[in-house]
């Protein structure tokens, strides 16, 4: 600790703190530009520099440490003739467009001109300007304004892992840019936006839609994948004008991701369900409230008295609230129908019946992930699934964690990952059984593992997966086991789990999911799940079908909660379209109309999309996030629990009793806080039911799947700007050039893939070497792509070209 | 992408390579600009900056930064020759403003451009640390000092074009 004075009173803080941060603590205003409590020092703005008693010239208050005795000032009249000054240079070449320009309001140079600046500029010669280049369709950029201060490069460098934008150029000509014509293509890239202390970088969705001081701030939470960052959303007369980050540093810090940021372009799509629809000689037929609810009941009892108790299958979305997800599976067990499930993108549930699933979960908290030494990652691209857990193990890497990655497929990742294991096939469990196998020979020896040893006969470990056995197995390390939505995805999802959870034993690691949706684990505490009730308790009787086998077999009748597009979000969507075009009465619950459901719905009701509803997220950590809305639905939409509320009213029970969503979040906890803990049957028990599999052949052709950064749900499909970022696909199957020639495929051919009895789709060809051999990589959710099966063993054949 | 760095550029950019840590490979984007630049007709085009990027395992930005700041690294296509001429303090006052106007009607072209044979590149430098040799010019990689209309006319004959 160092004393020191800062205008003539004493403080004291641990050796090595800036002046700036000090300044920060106690609340004393010093100006700045390139300082940014998350990004490195560079000290080139000047703004904030103060007077330091024996100093012979005023210096930087963000590079200059305090020290025993030291005196600093900060507005003295050397300090503020010296920020007057370095004021002055800064606004020699900004253009005075503040009327028209969209950071007026909220802009740093605006409001500390006003505070150090003089009244007139003594500047008359002309003013630089800068040719703006196109960097895409998320950030506007007036680069005249810019200050040079180069926060958005060293965010990119640090933060965001990729350099994109930099300083081209010197003296006069320096410009800030992609220097070619390029787009900006980090996932994260919006947060340039708020960090630019000018209108350089500015959001192109939000250019010109509203005035900062217009809009009323709404604290929310975002609603795309299991990190629940806090975010602000911004509101103009009622109508979403932007979202920003609100800061949480143990959670999102100040980031947010792009899609987060600008999801809520999807609100005002077209294709917003303003009244309850029902479909009347196949044409849709507005109607009310009363009678959409009075019809989807009657319906869906005529169909369960015919057909019985599993006749009706309810997919819920894995981003319902909390209260929505409560209250729907109150409402449908209620009606009588146990099929209920959350877990779209799954299509091995081989585990379910051995003992109740375990809360998905990440199995510590953000903030100790980037403290954790080895992290193993299955079946992950967090890059593009949760992008801020990327930022977390970027910044673990960095501390030296080692970060090993067991995928269908090579990425591109931003950190230095130690190993990369891709398996031919996507046969993710062999590498996982390798690493095991060479744990259990591993030295230190532990005998109530040895009845893993029998389940590995046939494996044999390769030299990499000794190494990850290595920096695994060594003791007093802080492990970290995570498997992800491809894990959970995967044919061998079941196994996979099981062989993660063996390691995690036996690493004494933790074993977290990173899941779909914002409320994976919101969903499995109501007990969206068929057959687990809220709390996760075990449902004895009443199981109903998971979310695979409710379309993998037609059933007579469904339930859609939460804007599921059943086409984009299952794993079998060739099922998922016949069984919902072959099944007799369709009700979707969603925000949105349009595509598939306007053919296959019978009845759709207009519910609220995230920002216009109250509700609760459980995050990864298991943290109950609450947030209020921020602006009205349109149209008659109403907020989802409430049209669960008037459903569990009409049909007899108690849901009325609700006054506010608080009681049903209430109600929820108190079931939560009283549910006695679960015991699962033994790991050896469990593993008996995954022998089968582990003699499988892994030879052979398996198609792979992966979701897309934004075309994850009905809202993201929704955003224009998102969809037309680069991150947007193309549809096409990737292959291994091996592979490829292998069966004479090449780059600009087309290839017909086919599962016999299951689906038959024609696909052009891309060839890449980062897809391993035997094995097609295509990615799910895109338009016009409905025709793909689910993942696994497949043929291919060549297309010949004519219809190319 | 069409350009590759060649075996023999290679090998000189590995030579400096060798005088950082293995880690700072960004240390040598100065000198592999330079072989590269020498190599491949007196400029660099992007398809040239993104090899040496791609060589050195650095964000492409990171070489746009370096080769747009220094003005010895051309980014548009030069003359076989390159003429500096200095028109810092020292040489204005022993006369370069003659000097440029020599050349610049000798040549047909102003400052900063190319003649039409493609022969040679006229570019103003800042002080080329020849004070003592005022009026100075660089060309290539040759000083040349003291410098009269007279001299010129004989350093561009022994140029042969």
């Known amino acids: 600790m160092v004393n020191f004075e800062i205008n003539d009173k004493q403080y004291s803080a641990p050796d090595g703190t800036l002046i700036i941060q000090v300044a920060d603590r106690e609340h004393i205003a010093i100006p700045r530009f390139c300082y940014h409590p998350k990004l490195s020092i560079v000290a080139s703005c000047r703004m904030c520099l103060v007077e330091v008693a024996k100093s012979p010239k005023p210096l930087p208050a963000c590079a200059t440490p305090v020290a025993e005795g030291m005196k600093i000032w900060t507005h003295s009249p050397c300090a503020c003739d010296a920020q007057k000054s370095v004021m002055e240079f800064l606004l020699i070449n900004h253009p005075l467009d503040c009327p028209i320009c969209d950071q007026g309001g909220e802009c740093e140079l605006q409001d500390q001109a006003l505070e150090y600046g003089k009244d007139v500029s003594r500047f008359t010669e002309g003013k630089r300007s800068v040719k703006d280049l196109d960097i895409g369709p998320l950030i506007k950029t007036d680069m005249t304004r810019c200050i040079h201060c180069t926060r958005c490069v060293r965010f990119g460098t640090e933060i965001a892992g990729m350099r994109e934008l930099g300083a081209t150029g010197r003296g006069e000509h320096m410009e800030i840019g992609t220097f070619l014509e390029q787009t900006v293509d980090s996932e994260v890239s919006g947060n340039v936006i708020d960090l630019c202390p000018v209108g350089a970088l500015t959001s192109k969705p939000f250019h010109h839609k509203g005035r900062a001081w217009e809009l009323q701030q709404v604290a929310s939470i975002a609603p795309h994948d299991c990190v629940g960052s806090h975010v602000y959303v911004h509101t103009l007369r009622g109508e979403v004008m932007r979202v920003v980050p609100r800061q949480e540093d143990s959670i999102n810090e100040v980031w947010i991701s792009d899609r987060d940021r600008f999801s809520y372009s999807g609100l005002k799509s077209p294709d917003r369900l303003l009244k309850p629809l029902i479909k009347k000689n196949n044409e849709w037929v507005e109607t009310d409230w009363d009678l959409a609810l009075q019809f989807t009941i009657k319906s869906l009892q005529a169909i369960l008295e015919k057909e019985g108790g599993r006749s009706v299958g309810a997919l819920v979305s894995p981003s319902a609230t909390l209260e929505e997800c409560y209250l729907a599976q109150k409402w449908l067990r209620g009606m009588g129908i146990s099929s209920i499930d959350h877990r779209l993108h799954r299509m091995d549930f081989s585990c379910d019946s051995g003992g109740p699933s375990p809360c998905p979960t990440f199995g510590l908290a953000l903030t100790e992930l980037e403290n954790a030494d080895t992290i193993l990652l299955i079946g992950s691209h967090p890059r593009t699934e949760q992008p801020l857990i990327n930022h977390r193990l970027a910044k673990a890497a960095r501390k030296g964690a080692q970060i090993i990655m067991v995928n269908p497929i090579q990425y591109d990742f931003n950190f230095k990952v130690a190993a990369e294991l891709t398996p031919s096939g996507g046969q993710l469990l062999h590498p996982l059984l390798g690493i095991m196998n060479a744990l259990l020979s591993q030295k230190n020896e532990r005998p109530h593992f040895a009845w893993l040893t029998p389940f590995l006969k046939n494996t044999v470990s390769t030299p990499e997966e000794k190494q990850v056995a290595e920096w695994l197995g060594r003791g007093n390390k802080k492990v970290a086991i995570f498997l992800g939505l491809q894990a959970q995805a995967h044919w061998h999802a079941s196994a996979l789990q099981l062989v993660a959870e063996a390691l995690a034993l036996f690493c004494q690691a933790s074993l977290g999911y990173l899941t779909e949706g914002a409320n994976s684990v919101g969903a499995w505490v109501s007990g969206v799940l068929p057959d687990q009730g809220p709390g996760g308790i075990s449902l004895s009787e009443g199981k109903g079908l998971n979310a695979h086998s409710m379309v993998k077999t037609p059933l007579p009748a469904y339930v859609l909660f939460g804007g599921v597009e059943p086409e984009f979000d299952l794993a079998n969507t060739v099922a998922a379209r016949r069984a919902l075009s072959e099944s007799a009465f369709v009700v979707a619950f969603s925000p949105f109309r349009g595509g598939m459901c306007e053919q296959y719905a019978k009845v759709m009701l207009p519910i609220a999309a995230y920002t216009e509803t109250e509700g609760t997220f459980i995050n990864g950590e298991g943290r109950w996030q609450s947030f209020n809305a921020a602006n009205p639905p349109p149209g008659e939409a109403r907020p989802g629990w409430e049209v669960l509320r008037a459903l569990t009213a009409l049909c007899g029970g108690p849901g009325s009793l609700y006054s506010r969503s608080e009681e049903v979040r209430d109600e929820l906890k108190h079931i939560v806080q009283n549910v006695p803990s679960v015991t699962l049957p033994s790991l050896e028990q469990r593993f008996r039911r995954i022998e089968p599999i582990l003699s499988e052949s892994k030879e052979g052709l398996r198609v792979v799947t992966e979701w897309p950064i934004y075309r994850v749900d009905s809202l993201v499909r929704r955003s224009k700007p998102l969809q037309d970022t680069a991150a947007s696909p193309l549809f096409r199957a990737r292959l291994n050039p091996k592979t490829a020639s292998l069966y004479s495929i090449k780059g600009e051919n087309k290839m017909r893939i086919r599962r016999e009895g299951e689906f038959e789709c024609i696909l052009p060809v891309a060839v890449d070497k980062k897809i391993p051999e035997n094995t097609v990589h295509i990615a799910s959710a895109l338009e016009g792509g409905g025709n793909m099966g689910q993942q696994g063993a497949v043929q291919v054949f060549l297309e010949s070209n004519k219809d190319a | ?161």
């Open chain 2, 1 to 161: 992408m069409g350009f590759v760095i060649s075996q023999s550029e290679q090998e000189e950019i590995d030579r400096w390579l060798l005088k950082y840590p293995p880690h700072q490979k960004q240390s040598a984007v100065l000198p592999a600009l330079k072989i590269v630049q020498e190599k491949n007709g007196g400029w660099l085009a992007t398809e040239h900056l993104d090899a040496v990027a791609d060589y050195l395992s650095l964000p492409k930005i990171a070489v746009y930064e370096v080769a747009s700041f220094y003005s010895l690294f051309d980014l548009k296509p030069v003359g076989k020759h390159k003429i500096y001429v200095c028109t810092n303090v020292s040489c204005m006052l022993a006369g370069s403003e003659t000097i440029v106007g020599y050349l610049e009607r000798r040549l047909g072209i102003k400052m900063g451009e190319t003649t039409q044979d493609g022969c040679f590149t006229l570019k103003e430098a800042e002080c080329l640390a020849a004070c003592g040799g005022a009026p100075a010019m660089q060309i290539d990689n040759t000083y040349y000092e003291n410098l009269t209309p007279e001299k010129i006319e004989s350093i561009l004959a022994g140029l042969n074009g």
